[in-house]
């Protein structure tokens, strides 16, 4: 089980970070994403951590976003900075034991975490 948590309303520029803890399933053994959708949208790959560490991010947040994994908590982070208006959207995170876990699809993930709305106001 994921459970995703951070979410909230901010002004535009302003940080959020999200954490995704995990249940139920040996954590370490996952590579684990960020996802989004935004309403009207389909859902869109934002970030990707691997078992190792290796980061993978979508080029719209490179730069602005970062994500890790701390595998003694069973969790991992997505924070979020200088953040747009046009990141608003349901943020959810997913876990993968697929080696095409980096390549944006959301059919190489495994399992999946309730989402959390983030909302940036301009």
């Known amino acids: 089980q994921l459970q995703a948590c951070g979410g909230g309303l901010v002004q535009a520029g302003g940080s959020l970070r999200l954490s995704c803890s995990a249940s139920?399933?040996?954590?370490?053994?996952?590579?684990m994403g960020w996802f989004r959708q935004a309403p009207g949208k389909e859902r869109e790959f934002v970030a990707a951590?691997?078992?190792?560490?290796?980061?993978t991010y979508a080029d719209s947040v490179k730069g602005r976003f970062a994500i890790s994994r701390d595998n003694a908590k069973n969790t991992m982070y997505l924070q979020m900075n200088s953040l747009k208006p046009e990141d608003t959207a349901v943020y959810y995170c997913?876990?993968?034991?697929?080696?095409?876990?980096?390549?944006?699809?959301?059919?190489?993930?495994?399992?999946w975490g309730q989402g959390t709305q983030v909302t940036v106001s301009s």
């Open positions: 139920g399933r040996t954590f370490r053994n996952y590579h």
């Open positions: 951590v691997s078992r190792s560490g290796g980061n």
């Open positions: 997913a876990g993968s034991t697929n080696v095409q876990y980096n390549s944006g699809r959301s059919s190489a993930y495994d399992y």
